[in-house]
T-cell receptor, first 117, second 115 residues
Framework: GAVVSQHPSRVICKSGTSVKIECRSL??????MFWYRQFPKQSLMLMAT?????????EQGVEKDKFLINHASLTLSTLTVTSAHPEDSSFYIC?????????????FGPGTRLTVL | AQKVTQAQTEISVVEKEDVTLDCVYE???????LFWYKQPPSGELVFLIR??????QNEISGRYSWNFQKSTSSFNFTITASQVVDSAVYFC????????????FGQGTRLTINP
């Protein structure tokens, strides 16, 4: 099946620094990628939808200047958490949609656990 | 607006018991997808099933079965003869078939199978 990777898997940073998370589709081209955030013992909440070569579409309540998304190629999307604060500590999960696949399925990455001190 | 409700926050059963996880959804779309995912302690989401709203046939895969009832907007998931390895958080989700196909997740049900 299709594989989506995320890097890093875990990151600890100091408050005020920026952190970049990469999401890659390894064996298919993803015209659309999604970024989710999951706080402890809660559900996944969609943050934004990114389409290759265009600006991301953010969900209501998500600050686009704080969570920068770049989808520069058909296999890579990045999420940068700028000026991170402890309340940004969360599990960030990306998914990529295989637009060329038989079923147009979404495949999830393994997630990135961000801890802001 | 789309909404998925998993009323059972936590379920705990003894190994080999059957267990059913409930999922009720709301959508204005006439066609849509329904999903179930498993999230073990590692955090990675494991895809279990996708069901097209056109197809109301129930599905069985090994010890797993799904009951889709469009009339009651429910998509319940049953594990037969549960095992300790089934312990995880299970999410039901919904997406449109057209457009961006954003997933809307339920709150999740934490299932614990005790030996």
């Amino acid at each position: 099946g299709a594989v989506v990777s995320q890097h890093p898997s875990r990151v600890i940073c100091k408050s005020g620094t920026s952190v970049k998370i990469e999401c890659r589709s390894l064996d298919f081209q993803a015209t659309t990628m999604f970024w989710y955030r999951q706080f402890p013992k809660q559900s996944l909440m969609l943050m934004a939808t990114s389409n290759e070569g265009s600006k991301a579409t953010y969900e209501q309540g998500v600050e686009k200047d704080k969570f920068l998304i770049n989808h520069a190629s058909l296999t890579l999307s990045t999420l940068t958490v700028t000026s991170a604060h402890p309340e940004d500590s969360s599990f960030y999960i990306c998914s990529a949609r295989d637009g060329g696949g038989k079923y147009n399925e979404q495949f999830f990455g393994p997630g990135t656990r961000l801890t802001v001190l | 607006a789309q909404k998925v409700t998993q009323a059972q926050t936590e379920i705990s059963v003894v190994e080999k018991e059957d267990v059913t996880l409930d999922c009720v959804y709301e959508t204005r779309d006439t066609t849509y997808y329904l999903f179930w995912y498993k999230q073990p302690p590692s955090g990675e989401l494991v895809f279990l099933i996708r069901r097209n709203s056109f197809d109301e046939q129930n599905e069985i895969s090994g010890r797993y079965s799904w009951n889709f009832q469009k009339s009651t907007s429910s998509f319940n998931f049953t594990i037969t003869a549960s095992q300790v390895v089934d312990s995880a958080v299970y999410f039901c989700a919904l997406s449109a078939i057209q457009g961006a196909q954003k997933l809307v997740f339920g709150q999740g049900t934490r299932l614990t199978i005790n030996p």
